[in-house]
Every structure is written in C-alpha cells, then in structure tokens.
C-alpha cells in the first residue's frame, strides 16, 4: 500500500459513478491497474448488496397512514372552526370571539404555515354559521329586513372575525419567527 491507495480509495464511488475529471479518471485507471488491493476493493464496491425489499406496498401503506393522520387532523380543525364559528359569533353580543378566532388563527398558521388556509379555515364555517343564522328561520326568528340585509350582517360579521384571525396569524408568524432565531 502505498501514499495514493487512501486517495484512490476515497475516490473509488466517485469514479464508479463516472463523477470525477478525465484526468482523475486516468490517474485512477493507472492506479488500479498496478495495486492490487485497490482493485480488489474496487471489484467488490461493484458487487451489488442484497437489499430486501418488502412487497405489498410499505410505502403506499406509510403514505396511506400520514394521509389518514393529516385528514384526521384537518377535521378537527375544520370541526373547531365549526364550534367557535356556532358559539361566538358577534352578533351574539359574545366578546369571546376575541381569543377564540387570535387562537384559531394563531393554531392554523403554524400548523399549516399558510395565510390563506387560516383564513379559508376561520372565515368559511364563519360565513356558512351566519349565513344560517341570518338568512334563514332555522333557529328562531328571520334577523335581516331583506335578503341584502341579512348578508350584510353575515359578511360584516365573518370581516371582523376575520380581522382577530389575522392579528392571531400575524402572531403564529411571529412565534414562528422567533423560534427561527433561537
């Protein structure tokens, strides 16, 4: 063994995936072809290595598992948003809707890291909530003089929900921010 046989041995999957520079190539040819141990080493570098691979789809049944995990995790946060949207919203004079939407969003921000999915998550089972109860005579009496009106108190009410879910956002990016940095 001489002083090229651990650069040559460093160099062996490099080579073997044809990686290096013609000129490495060549120095590595000359090489092998006058030390027998490298070449040894090279031959049996080349033997492939008995991988088991297991049938039945391991990795459709992993994926299969993490999309069952996510989906369920999704439900729950839509079946959150549902609640909140049903229990606190403003036009119930419940000042709660405050913390319960910042949290909300703060929750869907960092889970997903996505503006758009905490809105879409906090303001759509809003939007459907006051739809129904503003719109319809489902649950007691019909709220709006007209059609026009009984929406406006619906958007007006998913907007300022929406309002407390963005200032919950901006501070799951500031939690987010704040972890980068440690």
């Known amino acids: 063994m001489n002083k090229e046989c651990p650069v040559i041995q460093d160099l062996l999957p490099l080579y073997e995936e044809d990686l290096v520079q013609i000129g490495t190539k060549q120095f590595v040819d000359e090489h092998l072809k006058s030390c027998q141990a490298c070449r ?21 049944k992993m994926i299969r598992k993490i999309t069952l995990k996510l989906t369920t ?9 549902f609640i909140l949207a049903m229990g606190t919203t403003v036009m ?74 963005f200032i919950g956002i901006v501070i799951g990016f500031c939690i987010l921010k704040i972890r980068e940095e440690n």
């Open 40 to 60: 040894h080493i090279a031959e049996q570098s080349q033997i492939p290595l008995p991988v088991e691979v297991e049938h039945g789809g391991g990795s459709k």
């Open 73 to 81: 995790i999704q439900i729950f946060f839509v079946a959150i948003a």
């Open 92 to 165: 119930n004079n419940n000042s709660g809707f405050i913390l319960t939407y910042a949290l909300l969003g703060a929750v869907t921000y960092l889970f997903y890291r996505s503006i758009v999915i905490a809105v879409l998550l906090a303001g759509v089972p809003n939007f459907i909530w006051n739809c129904l109860l503003y719109m319809t005579d489902w649950f007691g009496e019909f709220y709006g003089g007209s059609f026009l009106e009984a929406f406006s108190l619906a958007l007006t009410s998913v907007v300022i929900h929406l309002i407390i879910t």
